[in-house]
């Protein structure tokens, strides 16, 4: 079948990648792609949020399957969308309805719907314009620090952890008053903060079976051991080494059967992947965050652990047919390692050519691309994040260093990267 893909990410790679794996697949489509998609199906210059340009596209190109990377059209409605129109209902979408991506859409549609089915997560209340005030006193008796999220999408900086009540106020009336998020922090969430260590679980679900894919863990601050601002995600590691079976039957126990069980009672259809971001308190599971999507730089490590044919697997969560399905796991460990422009998360310069991409080419390595485009004959950094370097070993120090070692192989002008992906782990090999 025909399948195009709908984002520019490392993510976007490493789907692109898995998908043209698959005997299922005929010709793949990526918009708007990247130098990495471009190598593996053709990039087509149509904007993610362009509804009727994708929708022409499908019919033009004969697309039997949509698979959408990033959440923005998912919270727009993309599946809507299609589902409305003759010309376009045939074809098999991966994502969920705009109903149900409000769990990812609405950090308040999120809590609430996590309260309705006793999901565990912190303790929050939900404010805006009307209960302003009550939200200042709220935040003046709170324990330290308080977590802030605005209840839309806000690019991934919605979220703050404010360190005293003073900080915690001044956020709360930008969010609000100053709109500093726009329509995004017209609603905030104010919720207790949980210590622990954090984790990513992906279930693929059909609105009614559910398949757990391999677990990961990212990484997101820039600096080593976890120091400095926030990023999109500095790497990830898969296996994660804390979840063993016994945490995961916990995981899958008290949050994943409530979830599916809850879409399905309250009506919400959703055919896709449901990425719930956990922390781990004590021996316990809390629920930080649903997004209603793919992981960026997790799917770079699961991905090349997965080893059923995806499109199948998508096939399958399309049709409603995920109780046919078992996941297989390489048993492997896969790290990847992110690249970066000198400068991100802040300001950072574009149009910087890479080289040594087409020099190194390891067993065991897989070389995804997220900010990059071709440029006449040369590949250049096209964002924050360019390369996400993914490689396999026997455990996490093997993977960690021949990813390592790979970017030490490939140049652009300012380059950084962590080389402590999954170092709290590493005492224990
Ligand atoms: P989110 O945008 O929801 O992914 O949140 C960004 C990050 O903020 C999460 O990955 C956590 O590291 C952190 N975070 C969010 N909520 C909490 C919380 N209640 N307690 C501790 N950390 C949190
Ligand atoms: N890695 C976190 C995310 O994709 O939101």
Redesign the pocket.
């Known amino acids: 079948m025909n399948i195009f893909i709908i984002g520019n990410g490392g993510r976007e790679h490493a789907l692109a990648w898995k998908i043209k794996q698959s005997p299922l697949s005929n010709e793949l489509f990526i918009a708007p792609g990247n130098a990495g998609t471009a190598t593996v199906g053709i990039n087509v210059d149509i904007s993610i949020t362009d509804f009727d340009g994708l929708s022409s596209f499908c019919i033009n190109n004969k697309i039997e399957m949509l698979v959408v990377g990033p959440e923005e059209p998912l919270v727009k409605g993309i599946c809507d969308f299609f589902a409305a129109s003759p010309a376009t209902q045939h074809i098999l979408v991966f994502g969920p309805s705009k109903a149900a991506a409000r769990l990812e859409g609405s950090?308040a549609f999120a809590k609430e719907f996590m309260q309705r089915h006793q999901i565990p997560?912190?303790a929050?209340k939900e404010f805006n314009a009307s209960n302003y005030q009550e939200g200042v006193q709220y935040i003046k008796q709170h324990t330290l620090?308080i977590?802030i999220?605005a209840d839309g999408l806000?690019a991934?900086?919605?979220?703050v952890?404010c360190q005293n009540h003073i900080e915690a106020l001044a956020e709360f009336e930008l969010m609000i008053q100053q709109a500093k998020f726009g329509d995004a922090s017209k609603r905030v969430v104010i919720?207790?903060?949980?210590?622990?260590i954090?984790l990513s679980v992906f279930a693929l679900t059909d609105g009614k079976n559910y398949v757990l894919l391999p677990e990961a863990k990212?990484y997101?601050k820039i600096g080593k051991a976890d120091s400095g601002p926030?990023t999109g995600g500095m790497g990830a590691v898969s296996p994660v080494p804390f979840a063993d079976e016994e945490f995961l039957k916990k995981i899958e126990k008290q949050i994943v059967v409530p979830t599916i069980a809850g879409l399905q009672q309250e009506q919400l259809d959703y055919k896709g992947v449901v990425f719930i971001?956990i922390?781990k308190v004590g021996e316990e599971p809390?629920v930080?965050?649903y997004?209603c999507r793919f992981g960026d730089p997790e799917t770079e490590v699961i991905m090349p652990r997965i080893e059923n044919d995806l499109v199948e697997l998508f096939m399958a969560t399309a049709q409603q047919r995920l109780n046919e399905i078992t996941i297989i796991q390489n048993p492997q460990t896969a790290v990847t390692v992110v690249a970066v422009s000198g400068g991100y998360p802040n300001e950072y310069t574009k149009g910087k050519v890479i080289t040594g991409l087409d020099d190194i080419n390891l067993p065991g390595t897989l070389i995804f691309h997220s900010g990059t485009k071709q440029e006449g004959e040369n590949v250049v950094t096209n964002g924050g994040r360019v390369l996400a370097i993914t490689s396999l070993g026997d455990n996490i120090k093997e993977a960690s260093e021949q990813s390592v070692y790979v970017l030490e192989h490939l140049f652009f002008d300012d380059i950084y990267y962590r080389d402590d992906i999954g170092y709290e782990f590493l005492r224990d090999q």
């Open positions: 950090k997560t912190a929050y620090p977590v999220k806000a991934g900086k919605g979220v952890i919720e207790e903060f949980l210590t622990g954090e990212d997101k926030n971001g922390i809390f930080i965050e997004n």
